[in-house]
């Protein structure tokens, strides 16, 4: 596997994620409350800044190592894999109200999930990607898979959706045969002891769950990076800083989903222009800079349209009765 990352790189990295994770666990979530929309909007600040001190960081080390233009070229590749994760993940947020609106789940409760389901994802996208880029360097054609599968999914986005009905889920209905499981919450536990029996909770059925939604969204979203970088350093670094800002994101965006109704049709369009663009890629070579550009400008015009969208509902919905 090529790849621009050394061992210290690797290292100081590695570095980077376990005082994000620690920073997140004794600050940002050490204790039980409910995550106001100010702080989540402090903290989603913090790790975007954080991702883009890397991303300087790393442009300033490529600049006096393999010139200004390599600096330039990989430092944007990093950057339009951050935003590119960073879009796609959206959808959890969606997922993960699903999940605890079932399992009713409070707020104060939601955050202790989150922490250890981000801290799972971390882990898994970690083994997937490495995975992805052994695929790639030994079979150079499954990118071409990668881009068809991206179209497949950004059009299946595009159909009426079905209402999600968890009770209907295999695996949870597995679950709930095979394990001992209390009727309530346990405050914060994942698993209570009872005459001398362990039970499993409701909040760690809720845990499997935002766990295997990740993994179900990582099929999506790393091969979607492999087009914009197949270097394993950057594809990795990207993806994770995203991740890590999930949690905070979440909170931030939970109060105000509703208002993104046309979001589904931008990612939908995101994810076709990346899988038409590996498809493409032996004929034609899209520059990363126009990538970013495309990916953020679909961003910009979905977000701008849904908020004028709900605006204009909002205002038919409270206009007088015909």
């Known amino acids: ?38 702080e989540a909007g402090l903290w989603s600040l913090a790790w975007v800044t954080v991702a883009l001190l890397f991303c300087a960081g790393l442009w300033w080390y490529l600049d006096g190592s393999v010139g200004r233009e ?12 951050y935003l590119l994760e960073k879009s796609l993940a959206v959808d959890n947020v969606f997922v993960w109200m699903l999940i605890f609106g079932f399992f009713a789940v409070p707020v104060e409760l939601q955050r202790r999930v989150l922490l250890y389901g981000i801290l799972g994802a971390v882990i898994l996208r970690t083994i997937m990607i490495f995975a992805g880029s052994w695929l790639i360097s030994q079979f ?37 045969r095979h ?6 919450l346990e405050g914060e536990r ?50 994770l800083f995203a991740i890590l800002g999930l949690r905070a994101m979440y909170f931030l ?33 899209v520059p990363v800079l126009i990538s970013l550009s495309v990916i953020a400008s679909i961003l910009v015009i979905t977000l701008l349209g849904s908020l004028w969208f709900s605006r204009r509902q909002q205002a038919r919905a409270g206009g007088p009765s015909a």
């Not at 330039?72 to 590749?77: F, H, I, K, R, W």
């Not at 394990?179 to 309530?184: A, N, P, Y």
């Not at 989903?257 to 939908?268: H, I, M, S, W």
């Open 1 to 38: 596997m090529v790849t621009i990352g050394q061992g210290w790189m690797w290292g100081v990295f590695a570095l980077i994620v376990i005082a994000m994770l620690a920073v997140d666990l004794w600050l940002g979530g050490g204790r039980r409350h409910k995550v106001s929309v100010k």
């Open 70 to 81: 390599l600096a330039n070229e990989y430092s944007l590749q990093f950057l339009a894999g």
């Open 140 to 176: 150079g054609w499954v990118l071409y898979l990668f881009g068809a599968f991206l179209i497949v999914v950004g059009i299946k986005m595009l159909l009426p959706e079905k209402d999600t009905d968890l009770n209907d889920s295999r695996l949870l209905n597995w679950l709930r």
């Open 179 to 184: 394990l001992r499981l209390t009727d309530t």
């Open 190 to 239: 994942f698993l209570v002891m009872r005459d001398g029996i362990r039970y499993a909770t409701p909040l760690l059925l809720a845990l499997i769950l935002v766990e295997l939604s990740d993994v179900v969204f990582a099929l999506d979203s790393i091969p979607a990076v492999f087009a914009v970088t197949t270097d394993p350093f950057l594809v990795l670094t990207s993806n």
């Open 253 to 285: 965006l939970a109060g105000v989903a509703d208002r993104f109704v046309l979001l589904k049709y931008g990612l939908a369009a995101i994810m076709v222009f990346i899988g038409g663009k590996m498809l493409a890629m032996h004929w034609f070579h």
